[in-house]
């Protein structure tokens, strides 16, 4: 019977909340508004309260994210990405690219892709 | 909007989730809705939904989880919701076919009898099953009760006692009132016990899912061992072969008294309301449909237990 679960580093489309929070905590340890601010800014996706969370729990289940040490405001815990979220991370954005790339080059538009700044 | 009122919006998730999430969500909606004072309808609905998901996951129902006894757990929780769907669509189609074997030409015919006979005695299996699963776990909610933990279920279980209750008592006054009155007064003929029997069955159903949530509510609390989950993923196995065995049971009787009886099912209750058939009667339909979503369900939950049993109840990683 197959599993009937994704493998721990399987995240998803490239627009599914694992990979655009992974993606925005690349940049730096962030808490949830941030985390929103910053996913609406480059994915122009918003994240209702209650998916941004659920996501956060289940990455965090996974050892993909972990919360920093709270600060003076115990409320906003910023989290960061962890060695396993980056590899994770790593694999979701090559397989993309993978996609990208094929799907540029049947359509003939890998100079376009490549001119809107898409890894080569 | 208050603190607090960003921490009401959060009930619907269940109190470990809200231990741990609460307060960052809380912030978040504050951080996010603090200008516009109030946090919008669309975004309530979601967070509600969110809530009740994350109460599934918790208790296994949905989502994946390595553990092989939160499977177990959630599979037969699955089952015995399913089963739920299944005692409504009983409660109708037991209504439908009163005085079926008095009222059919086909009642001798083998298909429709063996149909009919085989959806009662499913029924009674069935529910047998049910109150066996509902003993092994007795001595745990004992423990449960003991420990002091009772406050966690109180609500839910004592709601449901509570409609329990109330449905017992509408059904004593109903069965009552039908006693003083005539067949054709009870089948239509006077229209105020037809409504006194529509709210009956309402309050008999809202009981149901109060019951149901409490056993949810109280299964997914309790410390059951490895045996005893794997006593209860048996006997969800053995429910949806009953639930599979009455739905072609009925199936079997309903083609039958559709091929030789329709003028039987042209006169089962409620036909006409909303269309009139002699093949396809709305009351046998709504009957059909709950027991496939209840049949769905637990199916679902047979994958989630055969797929725990067949790897001998491993942890997968």
């Known amino acids: ?120 | 909007m208050t603190a607090g009122g960003y921490e009401h919006l959060l009930r619907w998730y269940p109190s470990a989730w809200r231990e741990r999430y609460g307060d960052e969500m809380a912030a978040l909606l504050e951080d996010t809705y603090a200008a516009a004072s109030e946090v919008p309808l669309r975004q309530r609905a979601s967070l509600a939904w969110s809530g009740l998901a994350e109460r599934s996951r918790s208790a296994g129902i949905v989502g994946w989880s390595p553990s092989p006894d939160l499977r177990l757990r959630g599979g037969s929780l699955l089952v015995l919701c399913g089963w739920v769907f299944y005692v409504v669509a009983g409660a109708i189609f037991a209504k439908s076919a009163d005085h079926w074997s008095s009222g059919s030409p086909s009642a001798g015919h083998w298909v429709a009898t063996g149909g009919f006979n085989v959806v009662g005695a499913a029924a009674g299996g069935g529910t047998l099953v049910v109150v066996l699963a509902a003993l092994v776990v007795l001595p745990a909610f004992v423990r449960f009760v003991r420990s002091g933990r009772w406050r966690e279920v109180s609500r839910p279980v004592l709601v449901a006692l509570g409609s329990g209750a109330a449905s017992a008592l509408l059904f004593v006054i109903l069965v009552a009132w039908a006693h003083s009155l005539s067949g054709h007064e009870r089948n239509g003929g006077l229209p105020i016990y037809g409504w006194f029997f529509v709210v009956v069955s309402l309050v008999f159903f809202a009981a149901l899912a109060c019951g149901t949530v409490a056993a949810i509510a109280v299964a997914r609390r309790l410390e059951l061992s490895h045996r005893t989950l794997h006593a209860l993923g048996l006997m969800a196995v053995a429910l949806v072969g009953v639930m599979a065995l009455t739905i072609v049971s009925l199936v079997a009787w309903w083609a039958s008294e559709a091929v030789h009886a329709p003028g039987f099912l042209a006169q089962v209750i409620g036909n006409g309301m909303p269309f009139q058939s002699s093949v396809v009667p709305p009351t046998l339909l709504v009957s059909g449909v709950l027991m496939v979503f209840g049949l769905a369900l637990g199916l679902a939950g047979l994958v989630r237990i055969v797929g725990t049993l067949g790897r001998g109840g491993r942890a997968v990683a």
Do not use: C, Q, W
Request: glycine content about 14%.
């Open chain 1, 1 to 120: 019977m197959p599993r009937r679960t994704a493998p721990k580093g399987d995240l998803g489309r490239s627009n599914e909340p694992p990979v655009l929070i992974l993606t925005s905590l690349a940049a730096g340890p962030k808490h949830g508004y941030a985390l929103t601010k910053d996913i609406e800014e480059f994915a122009g996706v918003t994240l209702g309260p209650g998916t941004l969370y659920g996501a956060i729990a289940r990455l965090e289940d996974r050892g993909l994210i972990a919360p920093e040490p709270v600060g003076s405001d115990a409320r906003r815990r910023p989290y960061r990405i962890t060695g396993e979220g980056r590899v994770a991370l790593e694999a979701a954005v090559r397989e993309m690219r993978t996609l990208a790339d094929v799907g540029a080059r049947r359509l003939g538009i890998t100079g376009r892709v490549a001119a809107r700044g898409m890894p080569a």
